[in-house]
């Protein structure tokens, strides 16, 4: 089987079930498919006029850019070769292929320079008569490109990294000018494939992504137009791109962000949700470092109003606070002070506060126990003083994380041993 490392969507050309991956039927070996081997040995990437009648193929076994005649639109059956055209002079290992929609500029992204690079095609759709125009590096997103794709009007550029299995996002002051390029933002297609190529919808509202190791094409619903920070995976929803280690999860009261807290980066991981409560529309925003504090962060909480963070670790058995200049934006974080639970746990891994901020509760990995701390400060942890416990040794001997009801009439547990959550009445 060929690894499949280039994709590319014809605008609006579907049927039964129009740009949903589900639906899709192949149309029958060999009426529908076309070798291209004869040409090159290691073909990375396709494109096709927007009237079907042309199809391009990449190849990094010549370096070469082939182009195909198709006698009946969109039916690679019918597909003639014509000609081809090099672009080993800028780059040994292109990856990805793209037009501009009129036909008269080419771009190429190649992964031994890690650089998009620009053509002018006097002749509209005819490579044969292309000329090399100015470059544009990605060396500093990722250092294996494999994907590229424009939006319809030309003034944003998509990359698919392989190194770091991300999509870069880039807006262009000038329309199809790739000198005018900027880096704006990146969306984290790990969790799904080792990605090689990249395509969207007409209208920007869906991303396709080709993966190596996997043979699959992935599909992803952007809630804003183009924008891949709203880019949501449409089966699921994984942290794993960004924390291969979650400890703990905390929502806003709203249900517009939430935050992960992970011990493979010591961090805090930023998402937002453009509906609220709905994973699937849960974008990264941001990472937050709290390794100078704890490299083992176990248990992660917010002051209701979102301008304090806490944080508890196991390496030091300490409770952490943090101002949040910006409520609920962690990047605006600043850590403030602590508050030692050694005496009570050496392996604290949940946190939780009462809503008034008078109470803190820890949950001890090493003890079994929920620990109660009265704050005579509200929300300042240096103002705490231990209260009491309560064990939960009988229900699971891993407890990782604490969780109340808003009115504290309930408590919740979960814990590693027996994979369960334990729900308590006050």
Same mark, same amino acid.
């Given at each position: 089987m060929r690894i499949p490392l280039g994709l590319r969507a014809a605008a609006g050309s579907s049927s039964g079930g129009p740009?949903?991956?589900?639906?899709?039927? %192949?149309?029958?070996?060999?009426i529908n498919s076309y070798y291209v081997g004869t040409r090159d040995s290691n073909c990375q990437d396709v494109f096709f006029k927007p009237d079907g009648t042309k199809m391009y193929i990449l190849g990094n076994g010549n370096d070469n850019v082939y182009? %195909?005649?198709?006698?009946?639109?969109?039916?690679?059956?019918?597909?003639? %070769?014509?000609?081809?055209?090099?672009?080993?002079?800028?780059?040994?290992?292109?990856?990805?292929?793209?037009f501009k929609?009129?036909?008269?500029?080419?771009?190429?992204?190649?992964?031994?320079?890690?650089?998009?690079?620009?053509?002018?095609?006097?002749?509209?759709?005819?490579?044969?008569?292309?000329?090399?125009l100015q470059s544009f590096s990605v060396a500093a997103q990722d250092t294996n490109p494999g994907g590229l794709f424009f939006k319809t009007d030309g003034t944003k550029m998509y990359i698919v990294g392989v190194v770091n299995r991300i999509v870069y996002e880039y807006n262009l002051s000038t329309a199809w000018n790739i000198s005018t390029a900027s880096y704006l933002q990146s969306f984290s297609v790990a969790a799904q494939a080792g990605p090689q190529g990249i395509s969207f919808k007409d209208d920007g509202t869906k991303m396709y992504i080709v993966g190596a190791g996997s043979d699959n094409v992935y599909e992803y619903n952007l809630s804003t137009a183009w924008n891949i920070s709203t880019a949501s995976y449409l089966q699921s929803f994984s942290v794993t791109?960004?924390?291969?280690?979650p400890n703990g999860v905390f929502f806003?009261?709203?249900?517009?962000?939430?935050?992960?807290?992970?011990?493979?980066?010591?961090?805090? %991981?930023?998402?937002?949700?453009?509906?609220?409560?709905?994973?699937?529309?849960?974008?990264?925003?941001?990472?937050?470092?709290?390794?100078?504090?704890?490299?083992?962060?176990?248990?992660?909480?917010?002051?209701?109003?979102?301008?304090k963070m806490y944080i508890v670790g196991s390496i030091n058995d300490t409770v952490y606070e943090y101002n949040l200049s910006t409520a609920w934006d962690i990047s605006t974080a600043s850590y403030l002070q602590s508050f030692s639970v050694t005496a009570q746990d050496n392996t604290p891994t949940g946190i939780s506060f009462k809503d008034d901020g008078t109470k803190m509760y820890i949950v001890g990995f090493t003890t079994d126990t929920v620990?109660?701390?009265?704050?005579?400060?509200?929300?300042?942890?240096?103002?705490?003083?231990?209260l009491q416990s309560f064990s939960v040794a009988a229900q699971d001997t891993g407890p990782i994380g604490i969780s109340f009801k808003d009115d504290g009439t309930k408590m919740y547990m979960i814990g590693t041993v027996r994979d369960?959550?334990?729900?308590y009445d006050l």
């Open positions: 740009w949903n991956i589900a639906s899709a039927v %192949y149309n029958g070996s060999p182009e %195909y005649n198709l006698s009946t639109a969109w039916d690679i059956s019918t597909a003639s %070769y014509l000609q081809s055209f090099s672009v080993a002079a800028q780059d040994n290992t292109p990856a990805g292929i793209s929609d009129d036909g008269t500029k080419m771009y190429i992204v190649g992964s031994t320079n890690d650089t998009v690079y620009e053509y002018n095609l006097s002749t509209a759709w005819n490579i044969s008569t292309a000329s090399y791109s960004y924390e291969t280690t806003k009261g709203d249900g517009t962000k939430m935050y992960i807290i992970g011990s493979s980066a010591n961090a805090v %991981y930023q998402y937002d949700l453009s509906t609220a409560w709905n994973l699937a529309t849960a974008s990264f925003t941001n990472p937050t470092t709290v390794a100078a504090q704890d490299t083992l962060p176990g248990g992660l909480f917010f002051k209701t109003d979102g301008t620990y109660e701390y009265n704050l005579s400060t509200a929300w300042n942890v240096t103002t705490a003083s231990y369960s959550v334990w729900s």
